[in-house]
């Protein structure tokens, strides 16, 4: 390995190649194009293929006689003093079951086995994709069940007598757990499964075929060129010309003697790993999200507090309430942003943190999208609800009217109160009712039931109903927070950023080129693992860059 | 007012031009190739892909917000996104090949985003409170992009499946009126193009190897295009989902909510996964990948539309019935 040359285009390679292979230095005219129209396309009915090949080139002698200097290559190689460089570092991973004797006795040994029976089966990639397509399928299932429901409603949606399909009844959905799909048994199950493929894939498959993409393996027949997926044989060229060329676009190449080896885009065969890695870190996260998280959620009124650990439930068996747990909520002022149309644009909380000593330790108005975040601790603004009413009535008062959600189809929200009239303690109490959609306008509605005028809690405006003269002060909304703590979010982003970048440096193609100097023709073929296509043509395009030398002189050194 | 007479003569314009285009693949498809012709079916691709983005744009500039906030606004996206993948596959030097697939889709989804089916749409939406984020132009624009080069990757492999299953046929119907099938067969699928060029090459063999070599090149380009542009596509899903995740631990409260949108997206990741992985191995390549990729074309259609149809979940806006969180 070490007497091969890195190319470096500053570097001139004729003074790198002490022994020079022909006295190629002044006999040489850059022509412009090799030849025109042998885009020969590289698949694989060899017999055609070759048929038109011939047919393309003009000169088939040169071709026939780089052929019959093919058979005898081994002796054209004039550097054999280097040893064939790539096949000291054989099986990494393969050669660690018989580098170590296990002294400790057979179940030793027979764990061994059973470890590697194990990895065997688990990286069989006809399995993996099958345990995707379960998993596809039970997370479709998932969607399809409506989830989280009581017992009672799949008694009447899978009823015993008339199954679903013919074989899906009750029975089957709550005994696997289908109406919690993923968090049951089968799917969690399937999930681990699934990693623990993933593992075993990139131990026993990945790693090896970086291992193998990674060395610099110059090929020493025009044979083995000729085998590949694109192959294809350049007359009256030189291979420092066409490293040369491959080095402009980007390849790395690599020249020793009569053989050339380049390789572009590396990072396409390593980034699979990174994406298995990058799922597995995602899993972990997700893991400890479900065991270590806190959850909890709050309807406030108005100028009201909380403290933050009197609501938060615990998820799961690693989930230890926080320090931060200690500190008190305080909603200073809850309001809605309108459209023009009236609908609500934004909701929005002013919330104060208090330590229980009574300081302010932060204040944020936080609005959906835009949470509030402290000490692990992530408030949402995620709903919002009527608390009360406050109104004078004939100049007395003011009085708090606790406002009750009503029940509607669909997901318009509808709250009313009543303001008694007359004798509260007689059966059957009349009164003044208030409904409002929003905090911007209440509408009433006198003792018969009959419209009787809007009023906007800004306004101020008295309204007189049966003779009674009401101001609606204020409208006290209470506002919907969610909490949490979730200690695997930073791992879960983590796991996010490397598998965006991962799966984009997958993208790439990892191609390679071998060329063979023989004689004054150069064999070249290539293989990449993704762009078949783009490589085919960038190969063809660069092929024909290469300048065709003119009148060589023939008596090579070697 | 200025603003509709400006979507009015935008979305005419990239209509009318695609059909151009549509007619001169047609064209080509019966007369031998004229060169200037395809030239102008490219820059027709590249001026429908600007009048598109003009709507889209002037979209954004009337409403205030980041014009993907209805099935309207993301079906005219879409369709921007075919011509995004039609023109970025062209970056990578192919031949015509992946323009019979995006250019029909284009005209598809714009036809039907305008059609008087979704009249009603056309109105700027307001935005609700959840959509208010930066995320949304992010997430969604992704999910649009990734839907669109996923669907022209996996109709790449529908068109193989079909190519490679009208090959078996033929086996049994040998003998009777060959030529004649063959003929008909090449006007289906475009293949005449490659049959003008490549004729003076084949002179000497005979027709029968002729046609099996030139298949067999066919089902090859059209397996590693498609392998292409669904990775591509994979890559932007990827992205896609992942910036989702991210709003949903904004807005939500949890990155990961199993919503009935965001599972079928990751069911149409792990198809695509799966796809890819066939890909890996040499015994499962050809015809079985292009199975698993024809599996996902109607995934994906379930993801867009299919959900949305039934209304349920979070990702309940931007649906045909027009809800509010």
Same mark, same amino acid.
């Given at each position: 390995m070490s007497s091969s040359l890195l190319l470096n285009l500053d570097k001139t390679l004729f003074q790198a190649l /002490? +022994? +020079?292979?022909? /006295?190629i230095s002044n006999a040489r005219i850059f022509l412009p194009c090799r030849r025109s129209g042998v885009g020969v396309v590289g698949f694989k009915p060899r017999a055609s293929r070759d048929g038109f090949e011939a047919e393309a080139l003009p000169e088939s002698k040169t071709k026939k006689k780089s052929r019959s200097n093919g058979g005898s290559s081994k002796k054209i190689i004039f550097f054999g003093s280097a040893p064939p460089p790539l096949s000291e570092e054989r099986g990494g991973g393969a050669g660690n079951g018989s580098g170590k004797p296990a002294p400790e006795g057979s179940s030793w040994v027979f764990l061994r086995r059973a470890f590697k029976r194990a990895l065997a089966v688990l990286s069989n990639l006809p399995l993996a994709i099958g345990e995707m397509f379960f998993i596809a399928a039970l997370m479709a299932l998932g969607t399809v069940i409506d989830q989280g429901e009581a017992p009672d409603y799949y008694f009447q949606k899978y009823p015993e007598e008339n199954p679903v399909l013919g074989f899906i009844t009750w029975r089957w959905v709550l005994a696997l757990g289908f109406d919690h799909m993923f968090t049951s048994p089968v799917f969690l199950g399937m999930l681990i499964l699934l990693a623990a493929s993933l593992m075993a894939c990139t131990y026993t498959t990945q790693i090896p075929i970086v291992k193998v993409a990674r060395r610099w393996s110059f090929m020493q027949s025009a044979e083995t060129i000729r085998k590949m997926n694109f192959a294809d044989s350049l007359p009256r060229a030189s291979i420092q010309d066409l490293g040369i060329i491959l080095m402009g676009s980007g390849y790395e190449v690599f020249l020793k003697g009569p053989s050339l080896y380049a390789f572009k885009g590396m990072a396409g065969r390593f980034a699979p790993i990174g994406v298995h890695l990058a799922m597995l870190l995602i899993m972990t996260g997700g893991t400890l999200s479900a065991a270590g998280s806190f959850k909890g959620s709050v309807t406030v009124p108005q100028g009201l507090n909380f403290v933050i650990g009197d609501v938060m439930n615990p998820n799961g068996f690693l989930s230890f309430p926080s320090e931060s747990f200690n500190t008190e909520v305080h909603v200073n002022r809850f309001y809605m942003d309108y459209y023009d149309s009236g609908e609500v644009s934004q909701f929005y909380t002013d919330l104060s943190l208090f330590s229980l000593d009574g300081k302010e330790l932060l204040r944020k108005t936080i609005r959906v999208n835009d949470p509030l975040r402290y000490g692990g601790i992530t408030i949402y603004q995620t709903d919002w609800s009527f608390s009360a009413l406050q109104i004078t009535k004939n100049g007395e008062g003011p009085f708090n009217l606790a406002m009750a959600p009503l029940q509607l189809n669909g997901d318009k929200k509808l709250f009313g109160t009543i303001l008694p009239t007359g004798d509260p303690d007689s059966p059957n109490v009349k009164g003044i009712s208030m409904l409002a959609r929003d905090l911007q306008s209440i509408v009433l509605y006198d003792q018969e039931g009959k419209f009787a005028g809007v009023r906007r809690p800004s306004s101020k405006l008295p309204i007189e109903i049966d003779g009674t003269r009401i101001v609606i002060e204020d409208a006290i909304g209470s506002t919907g927070l969610d909490l949490k703590t979730d200690p695997g979010v930073p791992v879960v982003y983590a796991g996010f950023g490397a598998l965006m970048l991962t799966t984009c440096m997958s993208y790439f193609s990892h191609s390679q080129i071998w060329a063979l100097q023989d004689g004054t023709t150069v064999t070249v073929g290539g293989k990449t693992n993704r762009a078949k296509l783009e490589f085919q043509d960038e190969l063809n395009r660069l092929l024909d860059k290469v300048p065709e030398l003119v009148a060589v002189d023939q008596n090579s050194n070697g | 007012m200025i603003f509709t007479t400006l979507e009015h003569i935008l979305t005419h314009i990239s209509f009318s031009i695609i059909s151009i285009v549509i007619t001169i693949h047609l064209m080509t498809l019966l007369a031998h190739e004229i060169l200037e012709l395809r030239d102008s079916s490219e820059k027709g691709m590249i001026a429908t892909f600007f009048s598109i983005t003009g709507l889209l744009v002037s979209r954004w500039i009337f409403s205030g917000h980041f014009p993907l906030s209805n099935l309207y606004e993301s079906l005219i996206f879409l369709s921007c996104g075919f011509s995004i993948t039609h023109m970025i596959c062209k970056i990578g030097n192919y031949k015509n090949d992946l323009s019979t697939i995006t250019t029909p889709s284009t005209i598809f989804t714009q036809g039907f985003a305008t059609s008087g089916f979704l009249t009603e749409m056309h109105q700027f939406e307001i935005l609700v409170p959840a959509l208010q984020s930066q995320w949304l132009m992010m997430h969604v624009s992704m999910m649009l992009l990734s839907y669109a080069a996923l669907l022209c990757g996996s109709l790449l492999s529908v068109a193989l499946l079909v190519i490679t299953f009208r090959k078996n046929i033929d086996i049994f119907c040998k003998g009777k009126g060959k030529n004649f099938l063959i003929l008909i067969k090449s006007f289906l699928f475009g293949e005449i193009k490659y049959l003008n060029e490549k004729r003076s090459i084949f002179e000497n063999t005979s027709f029968l190897s002729f046609r099996n070599y030139y298949k067999y090149q066919l089902t090859q380009r059209l397996d590693f295009l498609s392998y292409r542009v669904i990775s591509l596509g994979f890559t932007f899903l990827t992205i896609g989902i992942l910036c989702g995740a991210v709003w949903a631990n904004e807005a939500w409260g949890s990155y990961w909510n199993w919503d009935p949108k965001e599972t079928w997206a990751f069911i149409t990741w792990i198809i695509f996964a799966i796809y890819l992985h066939t890909r890996t191995s040499q015994s499962l390549q050809g015809t079985n990948s292009a199975l698993v990729a024809s599996i996902g074309f109607l995934i994906i259609w379930i993801c867009y539309f299919g959900i949305n149809l039934l209304g349920i979940g979070l990702h309940s806006y931007g649906s045909f019935i027009l809800t509010s969180t």
């Open positions: /002490s +022994p +020079p292979l022909f /006295s | -």
